[in-house]
């Protein structure tokens, strides 16, 4: 079971890059916050209807929750929640692949915040593996030279980006710190269920905040409930796998792995639009492939 964290992480990462193309479409419709909110409100159902099953298959009882775990995923929940609407709104900036670039130092972000608040431990092969893959991510996003010069003329959507990994960072290490507060021994279990109450906490939250902000938006939601019901199951498939990748490996290593969806976006790119790779491109895919291979080979 040592290595199935890196199976599950692909399998996520893959499912995240379906629900973000299917949400960056919407948020013409719906706005950030309303796109946002339909990952929420149409895949908790989805993550309900898992945990069932869960619980029918393995005929365990609902995990017992105590205050440690109640802190960790509200943590989690509320920033997914900022750190998504930021991503969103980055996809609407003129300096879109700038803002990606810094959004993907997320783990390094995970790899200080795991180490100095669940002591999950960051080795230095470790730590050369999460610096390898993020800086063939940039190099893949982005030319140095146009991401310096881009960056201090675009100053607000490359915060937007680096706010938005950070918070997506916060948000890893307070799902991982919840199901490990459940010291369920069932670790499928105690990621399903970590799931459910965290997106339930989510669409609540959301919720009641459009119905007294934004009341249309809501309404809006609704109506395009078709596009919406798809990207809810994409979003809680993907998320599934996150937390069962967070149930078995650290924080710094899942989100690293993680990574690997910008590769899949550039394969996409690569297949579906004919366009071709460049020297740069290639020297980032290196790099961001070489580095995921040491972290799943040093992983202990």
């Not at 929940?77 to 609407?85: K, M």
């Not at 799902?175 to 669409?203: D, E, K, M």
């Amino acid at each position: 079971m040592s290595g199935l964290w890196a199976v599950y992480t692909v399998i996520g990462a893959a499912g995240q890059t379906a629900r973000n193309a299917m949400q960056r479409e919407l948020t013409g419709s719906l706005g950030a916050v309303g796109a946002t909110h339909v990952r929420f409100l149409f895949g908790f159902p989805f993550a309900l209807v898992f945990l069932v099953g869960v619980l029918v298959v393995s005929g365990s009882h609902l995990p017992l929750t105590n205050g440690l775990f109640w802190f960790w995923i509200v943590l989690g929940a509320v920033n997914q929640i900022g750190g998504t609407a930021l991503m969103l709104l980055t996809m609407t900036a003129r300096s879109f692949v700038v803002t990606i670039a810094y959004l993907k130092t997320e783990p390094l972000f995970v790899a200080g915040l795991g180490l100095l608040f669940l002591h999950d431990p960051v080795t230095f092969p470790m730590l050369a593996a999460v610096l390898i893959a993020t800086s063939g991510v940039v190099l893949l996003s982005i030319a140095p030279k146009d991401l310096v010069a881009q960056a201090s003329s675009k100053v607000r959507p490359a915060l937007f980006g680096l706010a938005s990994g950070a918070m997506f960072a916060v948000s890893a290490i307070g799902y991982r710190g919840a199901i490990q507060a459940l010291h369920q021994s069932n670790y499928v279990l105690g990621a399903t269920f970590a799931l459910s109450v965290g997106l339930v906490t989510q669409a609540t939250l959301l919720s009641v905040w459009l119905a007294m902000r934004s009341p249309s938006v809501l309404a809006a939601i609704l109506r395009l409930w078709r596009p919406s019901l798809f990207a809810g199951l994409m979003g809680a498939m993907a998320s599934e796998f996150w937390f069962l990748a967070f149930a078995l490996a650290t924080a710094a290593s899942v989100r690293t792995l993680g990574l690997v969806d910008v590769l899949f976006a550039q394969l996409a790119s690569h297949v579906i639009f004919k366009q071709k790779t460049t020297l740069r491109e290639a020297a980032g895919i290196l790099l961001l492939v070489g580095g995921a291979a040491l972290l799943v080979w040093v992983h202990p």
